[in-house]
């Protein structure tokens, strides 16, 4: 069974920084592309970065280019987003998720295992 399980969301204020981390189990986690998509109240999930299966392509919304970064650890079956810069506009729930085999991918209908998410809030 795939579990996904993201970690690292809070309350920070604008300008400030935070880490997220998510964990996979249950699948060879260095075989499947991983993606940060998040959800803000009224609006769909959009992709905000994404990774390929080697971490060599990756892709950046544009609202986040230059402030984000996502990394992964194969070794240790692990995701990670780094946000800087944060603005209020960045607030809502964040998820992790694995996709259903794809090397690379965007597109949330391309991932198959979601965790629960992680609530990261800016204030102004």
Known sequence: QVQVVESGGGLVQAGG???LSCTASGLTFGDYAMGWFRQAPGKEREAVVCISWSGVVRYYAE???????ISRD????????????LKPEDTAMYYCAASG???????????????????????S
Request: no cysteine; net charge positive.
């Open 63 to 69: 609202s986040v280019k230059g402030r984000f970064t």
């Open 101 to 123: 085999g794809a090397k690379y991918a965007t597109d949330p209908k391309d991932f198959a295992y979601w965790g629960q998410g992680t609530q990261v809030t800016v204030s």
């Open 74 to 85: 194969n070794a240790k079956n692990t995701l990670y987003l780094q946000m800087n810069s």
């Open 17 to 19: 920084s935070l880490r």
